[in-house]
């Protein structure tokens, strides 16, 4: 016998009493290892080797006397170090607002009304529903239940799951992996059924707490990006190295000057380190899943943000995703006629009562299911002023729905009767067989489901039987059923879907539905959304007579696949995959998992999944609508775009910088830079390409182009190539200043002239790498509040400079006329023109407008 879950009387807790509990006895958590403290990250800063070198640089300065230049490159350690911290400190939270977003999920009952929250939120004395699927959010004692099944393997170790049953009144807990017993354990997986518990204990009181285990569902790992960065940053730490040995030896030969000489040395390796590549990355990954969580997307695994720009095909089910999944009834069949339901329904006719009373049977008496939600508010509209709706009757046996037949069934008992009447409702060919049609019924039926298929009905059969003996059978095929008709619920097409869909294509990218209803269905939402090809239709019975190269071809040219089980949809990805597709494949259930996992990014429901489905996932949708997908891939794209424009800009800032650090040493001209000056230049740079190019709007034709190749790498040949084109154009332009500054002025006016033709280069070099695509003029027009921070600051400090004694000393600078700041301004932007008229020349070709 299995308990029936009434929750008409239970309220749970109120939000007061769960605010209180929260600040007295904290989060259901435990605490994670990973938090670094104020010390731990100073100390790691503090070991970055651009410090250790203004370190150095501070102590040859030191020795050589010149305190000031000391001190301000030592004060340099302490402001940067600020501005790392706080880049730090921010990507940390980030990570931890979105471990937060990633817990398990717990649906509990406050104040009377179902809701569903992060696990972590659950206190003791709450009220939790636990469902197949779900992970256990606490330790708590079951006090209804039906049919519930718990896999404990994760405490126990033995992977047969255990019955649970509801306790007798007494809160007590008991060891785990004993079967008959109430207790249910955080981290524990629901495998059948569902029921009813109230929470014990939380965080460290619970089982899993008490042995030292920890969960934690957003994982830190390395992606092919990460691994690509890491392999540049040591390449060009070699050639840094290489270079700033051949600078010490020939400065200490040709001057007769080693300390000098390291100090040349250090100054070119604080030129060439390559520390911004690791950072960038970091923060654009980070701060770009955090921009992905608002548009109600959960980002799990890191490599999914890199993968969304490349995606070629989007596998979606059509319930709740494509559809709202609010079910009403539309239409109703009671085997010879068919009732068209509207809104203004007041009487339904007495040959179709029967029909509506047992589909409310073989639901839930409290339903959460929409469909079963839908026939119980259809039937308190239509039967209430009738014998049909059976308050007093008692659920004495459930048989639930499985794999082997789409089918579940209902044991009622009325009080005074002898009898017992069994409901059954499911997948219309599954009823059908439970009640042994004839073939001519069975033609009939068929021609009957197609026809409300047709009008894009999600249909069910509904049966019924009686039984005498208290001794029930154990299959729903031993009971004698009556097919009793059909019931077609209307699911609404959400509204923002067509147009995503249009966006998809506009990108070059598929879209692909998957569902288990009729074809029928199927087909009137394909053609409702804008689905390509809503004329043809695999079938789940069609897909298992396939073998997999058939599969492999068809696959090819079907957008709809409909009677599909979960089963399937792990073929269907292989199949997809085999043709060379970037498959995103959404799923909730259990038996979802496969699929999500094998698929390049899997897409779990936050609001109807499972915490299985979560936990095999890459994204997971806190809100269940297709438009977020849409929206995640257009961000997964501005994210790569961003990330290529930064390490571009990168890459061509450090070329002249490095230049001119170099060629005075070779040519035994006058030092143009300095440590303190490159310190400087690190200020200006930093902050562009983390913050600057992470805050850049999307390109407006990202998703007007095809998907990128999942081959190309973000360092490839073409990319580095024109950012060293860039630097190199900057380089000779800075260094034709520097020339003519030294023949006509001396040293210290042309250390001046170049140095501020190098900031406003670097300035220019930020806005033309803004885009790849626009000119500098057409992006100013796209919002980016950073950047005007950025370019105040930088004139600023150009003025304090130029123009207060203090640093114009330390600098080594001269003052400099308004026509010559003009005509360092007008040198800076003549080395980015080139760029900007190769841009012009491209969209011309094109003969498209960027904008």
């Not at 209804?144 to 007494?170: A, D, H």
Request: charged letters at 20%; proline letters at 4%; one cysteine or more.
């Amino acid at each position: 016998m299995a308990n029936e879950l009434d929750l008409e009387n239970i309220e749970g807790l109120k939000e007061t009493e769960v605010a209180r509990k929260i600040e007295e006895h904290g989060y259901n958590e435990l605490p994670s290892t990973e938090k670094r403290s104020f010390l731990t990250i100073v100390l790691e800063v503090i070991r970055e080797p651009m410090f250790l070198l203004l370190i150095a640089c501070g102590a040859i300065y030191l020795v050589l006397g010149d305190l000031q230049e000391a001190l301000m490159l030592l004060g340099f350690v302490f402001v940067i170090m600020g501005i790392t911290f706080y880049q730090e400190r921010k990507t940390e939270r980030t990570l931890e607002a979105l471990r937060d977003l990633s817990s398990p999920r717990a649906l509990v009952i406050r104040d009377g009304r179902e809701k569903r929250i992060p696990g972590r939120e659950v206190v003791t004395g709450d009220i939790i529903m636990l469902k197949e699927g779900d992970r256990v959010p606490a330790d708590a004692v079951v006090i209804s239940c039906s049919n519930l099944l718990i896999n404990e393997s994760l405490l126990t170790g033995e992977s047969v799951p255990v019955r649970k049953v509801q306790c007798g009144g007494f809160m007590d807990m008991h060891p785990p992996g004993g079967d008959g017993l109430p207790s249910v354990y955080s981290g524990t997986l629901v495998v059948q059924g569902q029921g009813v518990a109230q929470v014990v204990s939380i965080g460290l009181e619970t089982e899993m707490g008490r042995i030292g285990k920890r969960l934690q569902s957003l994982e830190t790992e390395d992606t092919s990006l990460q691994m690509e960065t890491r392999t540049l940053v040591r390449n060009m730490a070699l050639v840094g190295v290489a270079l700033c040995a051949a600078v010490v030896i020939i400065y200490g030969l040709t001057r007769l000057d080693w300390l000098n000489g390291f100090l040349a040395g250090i100054t070119l390796a604080m030129a060439i380190l390559p520390e911004e590549f690791p950072v960038v990355l970091t923060i654009f990954l980070a701060l770009g899943a955090w921009r992905i969580s608002r548009k109600n997307v959960l980002t799990r695994r890191s490599h999914a943000i890199q993968a969304l720009g490349s995606t070629t095909v989007l596998c979606v089910d059509k319930t709740g995703t494509l559809t709202l999944n609010q079910m009403s009834v539309g239409k109703i069949m009671n085997g010879a006629h068919f009732y068209d339901v509207n809104s203004q329904t007041d009487h339904l006719p007495e040959s179709f009562h029967e029909l509506v009373e047992f589909s409310i049977l073989a639901s839930q008496r409290d339903p959460f299911d929409p469909m079963e939600k839908s026939l119980k508010g259809f039937g308190d509209e239509t039967l209430q002023e009738t014998e049909h709706l059976h308050e007093d009757w008692q659920l004495v046996h459930e048989y639930p729905l499985s794999q082997e037949l789409l089918a579940m069934s209902h044991v009622w008992q009325s009080p005074d009767g002898e009898d017992y009447i069994i409901a059954a409702k499911g997948a219309p060919e599954a009823v059908a067989d439970l009640c042994h049609l004839k073939v001519d019924e069975l033609e009939q039926l068929s021609r009957n489901i197609s026809l409300m298929a047709s009008e894009g009905l999600r249909i069910i059969g509904v049966a019924r039987a009686s039984f005498k003996s208290e001794d029930l059978p154990g299959k729903q095929h031993d009971f004698n059923f009556q097919f009793l008709g059909l019931v077609g619920f209307l699911d609404p097409v959400r509204e923002e879907v067509p147009q995503a869909v249009e966006e998809c294509y506009q990108a070059g990218i598929r879209v692909v539905m998957i569902t288990g209803d009729y074809p029928g269905t199927a087909r009137n939402i394909a053609q409702k959304i804008g689905l390509k090809q809503a004329d043809n239709v695999i079938t789940g019975d069609q897909l298992n007579e396939m073998d997999d190269e058939t599969l492999k071809e068809q696959v090819k040219g079907v957008n709809i696949f409909a009677r599909m089980v979960p089963e399937m949809k792990l073929r269907l990805v292989e199949a997809l995959k085999s043709n060379g597709e970037i498959v995103a494949m959404t799923g909730d259930g259990v038996n979802d998992a496969p699929a999500l996992k094998s698929a390049q990014i899997g897409i779990s429901m936050g609001g109807r999944g499972t915490d299985v489905a979560r936990e095999a996932s890459a994204l997971v949708l806190l809100e269940d609508d297709f438009s977020s997908i849409v929206a995640s891939v257009k961000m997964g794209r501005r994210i790569y775009d961003n990330l290529k424009k930064a390490t571009a800009y990168i890459f061509a800032v450090h070329v002249p910088i490095v230049g001119m650090s170099f060629l005075p040493v070779l040519f035994q001209w006058p030092l143009v830079l300095f440590p303190v000056q490159i310190v400087f230049l690190e200020l200006i740079i930093d902050p562009a390409c983390s913050v600057v190019f992470e805050a850049e709007p999307a390109e407006s034709n990202a998703m007007k182009r095809p998907p990128r190749s999942s081959s190309e790498k973000l360092f490839s040949r073409e990319n580095i190539g024109m950012s060293i084109l860039q630097g190199i154009v900057v380089l000779v332009v800075v260094l034709a200043v520097y020339l003519v500054g030294l023949n006509w002025q001396g040293e210290e006016s042309a250390r001046t002239l170049s140095y501020i033709t190098l900031i406003f280069a670097n300035l220019a070099l930020i806005l033309t790498n803004r885009s790849w695509s626009r000119t500098i003029y057409q992006t100013l027009r796209s919002p980016n509040q950073a950047l005007w921070w950025v370019l105040g600051g930088a004139v600023l400090f150009l003025g304090a400079i130029l123009y207060f004694p203090p640093l114009q000393q330390l600098f080594k600078f001269c003052p400099l006329s308004l026509w010559e700041i003009l005509l360092c301004f007008a040198a800076g932007m003549l080395s980015v023109l080139w760029f900007e008229g190769f841009k012009w020349i491209k969209n011309r070709g094109k003969g498209s407008n960027p904008n």
